[in-house]
């Protein structure tokens, strides 16, 4: 997802909320980040300079050198392939943990913060899936469920979707006192289509950043997941088994390691950048929050 | 007070029927036969009843939860499938571990968070805060588990300054313990670390802008007297939510960093059970940690509460 199709999804923007956020300096570094990692991702059969998965055993463990740029591992895979393709898993969970974080987050916060007789048992279940750690609980749902890259997207939803409900209702119940909720009451509108058509539109712009934010702690999660050996099995390429990979080879080959951690962290830091920026323009008032 | 306090327990309530529920859940979501992927196999028939009946699964799932109840009022975690032992002792014993990791992480953050978000606040807009910010930025976006791998690599196998992981109690070897977490805690505390940073950095923007601040230089204070004491002071509140809220992340990332520097810790237990499908320790593990951060938190509103009075009054 670029910054322009999430500012273009944003309901509350003002026109021009598009130029101001290519204005932001923030904004132009994550997106650089962000897209090298989105294009590396959508055109990693073509970049990737060999098969991530085919086993050369002549060739295990070299070092960086100019065949293999970054070095191989104990079955003598191309590391660097196996990072190429492995953005594609990260940023392929990252996006399926959004969009339904995203949808559930937006309708449990919404009818929490519409109805009043569902807000406290909505939000007492949202306050104990938050009382887990985030990352203990996913990996306890990924290990129960089974290992697969649907089941990780899964256990991270039921993670971080408290974080998106809570932002959500918070807004909704800004929204739900504002005169035109009342005009709309007024001329007869039922709950759900003032609900639907005229508080939640209107309430989901926080929801925008705290998604960008969601798609980098994914991208995150993933990687541990992927590390214990709860993510998407092997031999799919992913940046979290590709460190788990080379765990044991830190003194022979580091580079194993070393590089898809760099990965990760530069399409997470491309994310927060972006999310940041976005704050600042959405919303110049939203404080950092803690995550 | 009493009466916040009553209100506060009260509410850590519902918090903790909900967290038992979900760790109840872990076995009722596992696909397929529970027990015989338990077993493997090469188990007999008459090996898979015995475990079915240890786990309780050849009764109905609500007969089931009402025992789970039953059992985690007495504080009866269950038995562990491996270990042939009872998991709240098997956790409690490796608690140590895990809370001495969590709090000198915890302890990091704060102290090099806070000092990194003031000195960016002092000069905002400055390179320095830049500087700062940026540092914040980088560290809160690199895995935590693979940081410690770096270190690793740059502290123990390059420069050989510390071990690479192993465990030595605190009460027996102060110096030694420090050492053995030193890479842990470090690669641990980095996220929170930028974490608090910048939430210190946006809360002092506010504090130095108010008019006791003004009042307090017109009178001719020292600059670090009034950062230090009159804005530092109204920051902690902010700071002092924050960090109860990091307990929890860092609670869950000593879990896999445990793992990364062999700490026998209750991650390690956690993880382990996970790679074996020992579903009572997970169970055990889960509900321990959220229990430990509901009360964590609920110490901290009570603190709050005592040293405040506005907070009794607001919520």
């Known amino acids: ?291 | 007070m009493l009466r916040y306090t009553l209100g506060r327990l009260l509410s850590a309530v519902p918090v903790l029927f909900v967290v038992s529920l979900v760790a109840f859940a872990i076995i009722a979501i596992v696909p397929g036969d529970l027990a015989s992927e338990m077993a493997g196999p090469s188990a007999t028939a008459e090996e898979l009843a015995r475990l079915r009946a240890q786990l309780g699964l050849d009764k109905p799932l609500l007969e089931r939860m009402l025992d789970w109840y039953g059992a985690l009022l007495r504080g009866d975690l269950g038995e562990s499938i491996l270990l042939r032992r009872s998991v709240t002792a098997a956790i409690l014993e490796r608690l140590p571990v895990t809370l001495g990791l969590t709090f000198l992480a915890l302890a990091l953050a704060i102290v090099f968070g806070v000092l990194a978000g003031m000195v960016a606040a002092v000069r905002p807009n400055s390179w320095t805060d830049q500087g700062v910010m940026a540092l914040a930025l980088v560290g809160l976006s690199l895995p935590d588990f693979w940081l410690g791998l770096v270190f690793i690599w740059l502290f123990a196998v390059q420069l050989g300054w510390l071990p690479t992981g192993g465990y030595v109690p605190l009460a027996e070897d102060p110096l030694g313990w420090l050492r053995a977490m030193a890479m842990p805690a470090g690669a641990l505390a980095l996220t929170q670390m930028g974490l608090l940073a910048r939430m210190t950095r946006a809360s002092m923007l506010d504090v130095l802008r108010q008019d006791f601040v003004r009042t307090a230089y017109a009178k001719g204070l020292p600059g670090w007297v009034v950062v230090g004491r009159h804005a530092g002071a109204n920051v902690l509140v902010p700071v002092i939510t924050v960090a109860g809220v990091s307990v929890g992340i860092l609670l869950g990332g000593a879990v896999v960093i445990e793992q990364v520097f062999a700490l026998p810790g209750v991650g390690r237990l956690i993880i382990g059970a996970i790679q074996r499908r020992d579903y009572p320790v997970i169970q055990g593990g889960l509900l321990l940690t959220a229990t430990i951060f509901v009360l964590v938190n609920l110490v901290v509103d009570l603190l709050y509460a005592a040293v405040d009075p506005r907070v009794r009054y607001d919520r």
Do not use: C
């Open chain 1, 1 to 291: 997802m670029t910054a322009e199709a999430i500012a273009a999804a944003a309901p509350a923007a003002r026109p021009g909320v598009v130029a101001r956020a290519l204005a932001h300096r923030g904004v132009l570094v994550g997106l650089l980040l962000f897209g090298t990692v989105v294009l590396v991702a959508l055109f990693a059969d073509v970049i990737a300079p060999h098969d991530p998965v085919r086993n050369n055993f002549r060739a295990r463990l070299a070092a960086p050198n100019e065949v293999f740029w970054l070095g191989t591992d104990r079955f003598g895979r191309d590391i660097l392939s196996r990072i190429i393709h492995g953005t594609r898993v990260s940023l392929r969970i990252g996006l399926m943990v959004v969009a339904a974080t995203s949808a559930a987050g937006a309708l449990i916060g919404a009818v929490a913060g519409y109805f009043r007789a569902l807000d406290g048992p909505l939000m007492r279940v949202m306050d104990g899936l938050m009382a887990f750690p985030a990352i203990l609980l996913a990996i306890s749902l990924a290990a129960a469920l089974g290992p697969s890259e649907v089941n990780a997207a899964i256990a991270l939803t039921v993670a971080y979707t408290p974080r998106t409900a809570r932002i959500v209702r918070a807004s909704v119940l800004v929204v739900r006192e504002l005169d035109y909720v009342e005009a709309a009451r007024a001329l007869g509108a039922g709950h759900a289509h003032i609900l639907f058509r005229h508080v939640l539109p209107n309430s989901l712009t926080p929801l925008v950043v705290q998604a960008t934010y969601i798609f980098a702690l994914a991208v995150l999660a993933e990687a541990v997941l992927s590390f214990i050996g709860v993510g998407p099995p092997p031999p799919t390429p992913s940046l979290g088994g590709v460190i788990a990979d080379g765990r044991d080879y830190m003194l022979e080959a580091p580079w194993i390691s070393l590089f898809p951690g760099l990965a990760i962290a530069v399409t997470v830091l491309g994310l927060n950048l972006l999310g940041d920026g976005l704050r600042d323009v959405l919303d110049p008032r939203m404080k950092v929050e803690p995550r």
